[in-house]
């Protein structure tokens, strides 16, 4: 469900920092609070969390103000010398953290500081980059409205652990907090922010017809995704997301049913004009190297989706984001989606492309493949217009 914004706002600017969880990282969850709104009372409340209170500012934004990294070894997070504002007597209470907070969200520099200080201060590199909490707050304060600058702290339990998923929504209940996750500050984004636009176009002529090829230019993964457009298309074109599948699209392996779909969508889309996104998401995402190492196990016996836990992945690690932002750089909001695998239609609808229509993929079976076609009926929830 999209978290109500709005509230959320209006939760934290009544007092009560938001609770943003990490879902991805076992349910590590930080309070989080705009750095320029900071006072006494709100600081006092996020200390006694237990766990480090930090403010989170742009890495680049703070290397040009003049704060400068601590040395670092083997760490993702980007730390920078802690700072006192000036003014501050020992800069350790909270008030003096919180006025620290507040001068740093004013775009003062760093000589207006004494270093080391008490307030520490982590750098974000951009949500496309990396998908932490110190990224996340940082995009949290934008969507609410405020400038980019959080104080944010660990919530630790009773013994001193993070991760207590009772405990969090147990306290946060308690003091009526808002609660969201970093995937719902993810989604939010990705829908807000156009990272993926058009690098070139050219004419492809192929064995199903002439087609143009879009590559583009891509922030959001960094992936090199293209789209194969057939135009003209209807203002609710024919889509197709079809995953890159080096084995069955290129080499004709018979052991999934990838080569013969492309085919055949190609050809309905060289009668009717639409559009296919040939996305760079080998092996269900899991990539080449680990998609062979999984077809080794299926040798073995293990089916596709216990190939690929085995090795430690989902049954399905596909994003559709990036198809997404590819969709509205081609200028499309609504689609007729070729798929037999109804959560690609629900996530784009989360991002907001409206599927209008599902119409199922052909697909060829063969005594091969059909083991692996029941796999993904059973258990990953397509939809299959035949038998297996």
């Given at each position: ?84 504002y000036e003014e501050t007597f020992t800069g350790i209470t909270a008030e003096e953290r919180a006025l620290t907070a507040r001068k740093i969200a004013e775009g003062l520099e760093v000589e207006h500081f004494r270093y080391p200080g008490h307030l520490h201060l982590l750098g974000g590199v951009g949500l496309n980059w990396r998908r932490g909490h110190t990224e996340s707050s940082l995009e949290l304060m934008e ?246």
């Open positions: 469900m999209k978290p109500d914004w709005e509230s959320i706002r209006r939760a934290i600017i009544d007092g009560k920092p938001a609770v943003l969880v990490d879902n991805r990282r076992e349910f590590e969850a930080d309070l989080v609070y705009p750095a320029e709104l900071a006072n006494s009372e709100v600081v006092n409340f996020m200390l006694s969390m237990k766990g480090l209170l930090c403010l989170t500012i742009d890495l680049e934004q703070a290397l040009k103000r003049g704060f400068f990294p601590l040395p670092s070894k083997g760490g993702e997070t980007n730390f920078l010398i802690p700072v006192d969507i609410l409205g405020f400038k980019r600058y959080a104080l944010i702290v660990e919530i630790l339990n009773g013994e001193g652990d993070s991760h207590d998923h009772d405990y969090v929504l147990k306290f946060a209940k308690e003091h009526d907090l808002p609660v969201l996750t970093t995937d719902d500050v993810w989604r939010e984004f990705v829908r807000r922010k156009q990272l993926v636009s058009v690098y070139a176009n050219a004419r492809l002529p192929t064995r199903y017809g002439e087609f143009r090829i879009i590559s583009f230019e891509n922030e959001l993964d960094f992936k090199e995704h293209v789209a194969i457009v057939k135009e003209p298309y209807s203002e609710v074109p024919l889509v197709r997301i079809h995953s890159k599948c080096l084995t069955g699209d290129t080499l004709a392996s018979l052991k999934c049913d990838c080569g013969s779909q492309l085919s055949n969508v190609l050809r309905m889309i060289a009668q009717e004009g639409g559009i296919l996104l040939y996305m760079d998401q080998e092996g269900r995402g899991i990539g080449l190297k680990e998609k062979i190492k999984a077809y080794e196990l299926q040798d073995k016996g293990l089916d596709t989706v216990q190939a690929n836990e085995a090795l430690g992945h989902k049954g399905d690690e596909r994003t559709y984001e990036a198809a997404f932002q590819m969709l509205r750089a081609l200028g499309v909001s609504k689609v007729r989606l070729i798929t037999n695998n109804p959560t690609k239609a629900r996530a784009l609808e989360e991002l907001g492309i409206e599927v209008v229509e599902m119409i199922p993929a052909p697909g060829e079976v063969t005594e091969h493949n059909r083991p692996y076609l029941r796999i993904k009926a059973e258990k990953l929830g397509h939809k299959l217009p035949f038998e297996v």
